[in-house]
Each structure stands twice: as structure tokens, then as C-alpha cells.
T-cell receptor, first 115, second 115 residues
Framework: NAGVTQTPKFRILKIGQSMTLQCAQDMNHNYMYWYRQDPGMGLKLIYYSVGAGITDKGEVPNGYNVSRSTTEDFPLRLELAAPSQTSVYFC??????????????FGPGTRLTVL | AQTVTQSQPEMSVQEAETVTLSCTYD???????LFWYKQPPSRQMILVIR??????QNATENRFSVNFQKAAKSFSLKISDSQLGDAAMYFC????????????FGEGTQLTVNP
């Protein structure tokens, strides 16, 4: 299993540009999440999905969009990039079994800089 | 809303010594989980230890143990016999008991291990 994979690892954007951060998991997890981590801070939830076709906003959704057409993939779209979106982005997934102790597995992160 | 507070931005410990990282949280839920994650310079989020709120016994994982004080809403991490590889950012995190719930993170404690 590759676990949770993210591409790209690094990216520099100009203000106003758009891009899609890719996330995929091969563990057949129903739940997937996008977090951002600003310098010196903890992770904050941007969007999450409980299954294909179902997404919902987290704490900091402004400036982002997501879609979930398959169980495996959960891309994050940035429209009109702004310097405030400079951050490290983490994708995570978890199993949706009845046990609440199911942990979230994290991808390696994407470092995004908007100049 | 749930909040997680880590009041120690930085801590240091001598190799082979013991160090305790502090975390407090606020919630009105009775069913929840608490976690400590390690983030080394590689940025990968690594689960260190997990505590179920309904369990009175403190969780342990090799050199890592927690002191879970439910009434005080305190969840500290003790690292025994500290090793150079323990140097990292440590995040305390909270999650409701419902399967697939989001994680709420503290702001982190940067741990330095001195040889």
C-alpha cells in the first residue's frame, strides 16, 4: 500500500493563479480530509468528505473548492491564489467503521508559496 | 467548539532524560479521543499515542506515556530515555468519538534533544 499520496511536493504560484492539489489513497477509506498548516501553527481543517459525492466545509474553507468523484481521490482546488494561502497542505484519510478509534493517516504534505 | 491548548512553544531535554509536554483541551462531549502526533523536519505527521476518554488507564507506547486527567481536561505526554530522534514538533489533538470526525490540533511544542 502506498497509503496517502500527494502531488506536487512543492509549488510556487503567482497571485491570482489557480491550481489543484492532488490527493489519493489506496486503503479504501471513506473519509478524507484537507488540512492546512501555517508556519509555527497546528493543522486546521479546510474541507472533508465522508464518501464519494459528499463534501463539507471545515474551519477555513474560503478560497478553496473540493470534489470527490471516487473513493480514492480528493483534489483541492485553489482559485485566485492569494499570499494568505501560503501554507503546507496535508491530505488525510480514515476508515469509517463503527469504532471511533480509527486513526487518520496523513500524506507527506504540499508546500505552497504564493508570491 | 472544542479547543486544544499547548502552552509550551519550545522545550528541551538532555539525551537519556525524561521530558513532559503539556496539553489542555476544552469540550462538552463525553465520548472523545486524544492524540499526540510527532512532526519531524520531514513534515510527515506520525501518530505517537492515542487515549480513549472512556478509559481510565493511561496509554503507553514504549518510551511514550500519557497522563490523562479527565476532570482537569489535561493530557500530557511523557517521553522517557529521550533520544536524538525524538527531536520534532509535537502536536496534541482532539477528536469527537464519532467515527470520521475531524481532528482539532493545538499549536505545537518544538522539542529539542541535546546530546
Amino acid at each position: 500500500n502506498a497509503g496517502v499520496t500527494q502531488t506536487p511536493k512543492f509549488r510556487i504560484l503567482k497571485i491570482g493563479q489557480s491550481m489543484t492539489l492532488q490527493c489519493a489513497q489506496d486503503m479504501n477509506h471513506n473519509y478524507m480530509y484537507w488540512y492546512r498548516q501555517d508556519p509555527g501553527m497546528g493543522l486546521k481543517l479546510i474541507y472533508y468528505s465522508v464518501g464519494a459525492g459528499i463534501t463539507d466545509k471545515g474551519e477555513v474553507p474560503n478560497g478553496y473548492n473540493v470534489s470527490r468523484s471516487t473513493t480514492e481521490d480528493f483534489p483541492l482546488r485553489l482559485e485566485l491564489a492569494a499570499p494568505s494561502q501560503t501554507s503546507v497542505y496535508f491530505c488525510a484519510s480514515s476508515y469509517s467503521g463503527t469504532s471511533g478509534r480509527n486513526e487518520q493517516f496523513f500524506g507527506p504534505g504540499t508546500r505552497l508559496t504564493v508570491l | 467548539a472544542q479547543t486544544v491548548t499547548q502552552s509550551q512553544p519550545e522545550m528541551s531535554v538532555q539525551e537519556a532524560e525524561t521530558v513532559t509536554l503539556s496539553c489542555t483541551y476544552d469540550t462538552s462531549e463525553s465520548d472523545y479521543y486524544l492524540f499526540w502526533y510527532k512532526q519531524p523536519p520531514s513534515r510527515q505527521m506520525i501518530l505517537v499515542i492515542r487515549q480513549e476518554a472512556y478509559k481510565q488507564q493511561n496509554a503507553t507506547e514504549n518510551r511514550f506515556s500519557v497522563n490523562f486527567q479527565k476532570a482537569a481536561k489535561s493530557f500530557s505526554l511523557k517521553i522517557s530515555d529521550s533520544q536524538l530522534g525524538d527531536a520534532a514538533m509535537y502536536f496534541c489533538a482532539y477528536r469527537r468519538g464519532t467515527s470520521g470526525s475531524r481532528l482539532t490540533f493545538g499549536e505545537g511544542t518544538q522539542l529539542t534533544v541535546n546530546p
